[in-house]
Antibody, heavy 123, light 109 residues
Framework: QVTLKEFGPLLVKPTETLPLTCTVS??????????VSWIRQPPGKALEWLAH???????FYNPSLKSRLTISKDTSDSQVALFMTNLDPEDTATYYC???????????????WGQGTLVTVSS | EIVMTQSPATLSVSPGERATLSCRAS??????LAWYQQKPGQPPRLLIY???TRATGIPPRFSGSGSGTVFTLTISSVQSEDFALYYC???????????FGQGTKLEVK
């Protein structure tokens, strides 16, 4: 069973860079199309997908945030990091680390979630 | 970007009643749609993927249907633990650009 846990600062100042880390255990890749995403949820608002990294290290980003995001992982797939630059108070949100699910060659839903880490952007 | 629109924003039902939640995609996504349930203070929980396949451990009162642009999540007999927020999510794109709906709140009538 896969478990994911997010780590990051509770409070970040505007214009600063947010570093987030996800520790992953129990991840077994049955296909190269599996991997880990970051998703965020501002308080009282909907979910927003941010970035994804596949087990083969291919990376994809939300087009509207691509210029501000960098996702990476270690070679053992036990840690996935996300950096978001030039923070704004509107980036205040709970940030989730999530596993992509796959079944019969189709992938794309999120079947395992971390508990999330709330990040507040304020001066 | 594929825009997902959920309706209604809030659905009021009594326990034991049937609940029908809708999700519409701005373009065809085949059956590449998932549904999630979220309770306060918790991460979302996967209910349905492939538009109609229940995730592991999800009770059979939850069912999904639809294809193309129109999708439905049905709870056949709402239980007290089902009152929560529900989100749909598409995963049709390549390269990946996953998008969620704005959510439907299922509340007690």
């Amino acid at each position: 069973q896969v478990t994911l846990k997010e780590f990051g600062p509770l409070l970040v100042k505007p214009t600063e860079t947010l570093p987030l880390t996800c520790t992953v255990s129990g991840l077994s890749h049955t296909t190269a199309r599996m991997g880990v995403s970051w998703i965020r949820q501002p308080p009282g608002k909907a979910l927003e997908w941010l970035a994804h990294i596949f087990s083969d290290d291919e990376k994809f980003y939300n087009p509207s945030l691509k210029s501000r995001l960098t996702i990476s992982k270690d070679t053992s797939d036990s840690q996935v990091a996300l950096f978001m630059t030039n923070l704004d108070p509107e980036d205040t949100a709970t940030y989730y680390c999530v596993r992509i699910g796959c079944d019969l060659g189709s992938c794309g839903w999120f079947d395992s979630w971390g508990q999330g880490t709330l990040v507040t952007v304020s001066s | 970007e594929i825009v997902m629109t959920q309706s209604p924003a809030t659905l009021s039902v009594s326990p034991g009643e049937r609940a029908t939640l809708s999700c519409r995609a701005s373009q065809s996504i085949s059956v590449n749609l998932a549904w999630y349930q979220q309770k306060p203070g918790q991460p979302p929980r996967l209910l349905i993927y492939g538009a109609s396949t229940r995730a592991t451990g999800i009770p059979p009162r939850f069912s999904g249907s639809g294809s193309g642009t129109v999708f439905t999540l049905t709870i056949s007999s709402v239980q007290s633990e089902d009152f929560a927020l529900y989100y749909c999510q598409q995963y049709n794109n390549w390269p990946p650009s996953y998008t969620f709906g704005q959510g439907t709140k299922l509340e007690v009538k």
